[in-house]
């Protein structure tokens, strides 16, 4: 290490309002990330000393994290750049973020059987579960409406709008079948539109585009489907003979006019067993995942599967970062792996994230942070993660006293 024990330093951000002068400090070897922000906070306090506008958010001892060449420090910096084998010849370029605030519990929604599913949007959520209905619930947690048409448990829900009307949301299930479904938030109601069939097996993954014209579906019967996601004007909402369910609606429809009954688009063969994970990559690519370890992307104008990636188990889930142009896979050895399907020719996998103890059953992306990622687990664990943190998530949630199934 340097001379005496000293290293040249010098600290970044990319948060502007927290930047400091651009000025090489000389700093213990062994400062620990405690001392590296005690600097900072010193640094900035005295800025705003000497600055006659001060800003409130920079009141009080902030917390921020440090990252060299791209990785977070967990230890000193001795320990740190000794283990990654960084020279100290040149000045060491320190990056600081803002501390994320740890997650805290808010509301629980209960349900009577096992939650299959969650999306969110826009003030409400959608759940899916077991006792094969859909509920839809304020961030308060009230349940706004039921709904009961599905004869199977739910397995994926999604919205594909929502405004202040209401909205349109989708829901498939071991009925093997998926309902578009209309929401009026004045009076709770919930609408079945229509009712999409043509898979022979549990629908166990639905995922809309962003142009929320079009969805696509993946499947036990080891299918991928493509189907219309908008609303045809003549279709109306009144539940009709096969809606399965004996249970009585808590809504009822008054019109007169059945659910009409929709066709796939299209049909994606090349799975040989289950595909448990589906999701859009942009206007013409979509990735699935399966049960024969492999993830697949496909060109949906084509028709053809152009990438296969294998892994050496189950894959359990899958998401897809627009920021990062990254790939997330859940799979049952307990590693969530990072890969990057652009990448022709040589390693697609750029790293894997390793805590969970148990299948990694669902995944979720930051939409505003290319690095952030949120992962559930069947060691019924939630654990948030910053993609640069390989062996340590950022917060760990173990409110759960089950499998977690979704997130």
Request: proline share 3%; net charge negative.
């Amino acid at each position: 290490m340097a001379d005496e024990g000293q290293v040249q330093v010098r600290f970044f951000t990319k948060q502007k309002r927290y930047s400091i002068q651009d000025t090489p400090f000389s700093i213990p070897a062994k400062a620990s990330q405690d001392e590296l922000n005690s600097l900072i906070n010193g640094l900035l306090s005295q800025m705003e000393d000497e600055n006659t506008e001060s800003d409130e958010d920079m009141k009080g001892e902030l917390q921020f994290d440090f990252l060299i060449e791209n990785e977070f420090l967990q230890e000193n910096i001795q320990k740190h750049m000794e283990a990654k084998k960084i020279s100290t010849e040149n000045v060491v370029e320190i990056e600081y973020i803002l501390k994320l605030q740890a997650p805290r519990p808010d509301n629980i929604l209960v349900h009577d059987d096992w939650i299959s599913s969650v999306s969110s949007c826009s003030g409400c959520i959608l759940t899916g579960s077991y006792d094969n209905n859909v509920n839809i619930w304020n961030y308060q947690g009230d349940c706004l409406s039921t709904y009961v048409g599905h004869s199977g448990p739910i397995k994926a829900v999604k919205w594909i709008s929502k405004d202040d009307k209401g909205g349109v949301i989708l829901s498939s299930s071991q009925d093997q079948s998926i309902r578009i479904s209309q929401w009026s938030s004045s009076t709770n109601e919930v609408h079945n539109v229509h009712i999409c069939k043509g898979h022979s097996q549990s629908v166990d993954s639905i995922s809309v585009d962003a142009s929320c014209t079009t969805f696509c579906s993946g499947s036990w019967d080891k299918t991928i489907k493509l189907w219309s996601a908008v609303l045809d004007p003549e279709a109306s909402d009144e539940p009709d003979e096969e809606d399965g369910s004996s249970k009585k609606r808590q809504k009822k429809n008054t019109t007169n006019k059945k659910a009409t009954t929709r066709t796939p688009l299209m049909t994606l063969s090349g799975h040989t067993q289950a595909v448990s994970s589906v999701v859009w990559m942009d206007k013409i690519t979509i990735c699935s995942a399966g049960w024969d370890h492999c993830i697949r992307v496909w060109d949906v104008v084509a028709g053809i599967n152009k990438q296969t990636l294998t892994g050496s188990k189950v894959f359990c889930s899958i998401a897809y970062s627009p920021l990062s142009n990254c790939l997330a896979s859940g799979s049952a050895d307990k590693f969530i792996r990072l890969w990057d399907p652009r990448i022709k020719d040589g390693q697609v996998v750029k790293g894997s994230l390793t805590s969970h103890q148990g299948w990694v059953s669902s995944l979720v992306w930051s939409p505003t942070n290319e690095f952030e990622l949120a992962s559930g687990s069947y060691d019924t664990t939630v654990r948030l993660w910053d993609t640069r943190s390989p062996y340590t998530p950022l917060y760990t949630m173990t409110e759960h006293q089950d499998k977690v199934m979704c997130s």
